[in-house]
């Protein structure tokens, strides 16, 4: 049997720059919806790289991506990206800096 939880929504950022999905819902007013989700990210050989709980994770369309020195893709770097990825989902984790 396939079950299906709620584990977050897709929400406007409050300064309407973009979109954000918040996972987890812990402060939810029923408690049967009370859910807590956690998200490890690991990289090829198993070690962990970030983790959050209850966190964020921001919608960004790749195609608007910019460089370390703040100008955007070139067209050959832009032509690598395939037509069906419509957003990169990143995950928003404090580094502690």
């Known amino acids: 049997m396939i079950k299906k ?3 977050g929504v897709v929400q ?3 300064d309407k720059s973009g979109v ?3 996972l987890g819902s812990p402060e939810s007013r029923n408690e049967k919806f009370r859910y ?7 990289d090829a050989n198993g070690n962990v790289v970030a983790k959050a ?15 370390a020195n703040g100008e ?7 032509a ?3 037509a069906w990825i419509k957003n990169e989902l ?4 404090d580094d502690g800096k």
């Open 80 to 82: 690598k990206i395939p």
């Open 72 to 78: 955007g893709l070139s067209e050959s770097e832009l």
């Open 53 to 67: 709980e209850n966190g964020y994770l921001k919608v960004e369309d790749p195609r608007k991506r910019t460089k």
């Open 5 to 7: 939880f709620k584990v």
């Open 90 to 93: 990143m995950l928003v984790v």
């Open 20 to 22: 954000t999905v918040k």
């Open 12 to 14: 406007m950022k409050q």
């Open 36 to 42: 807590s989700v956690e998200l490890v990210v690991k």
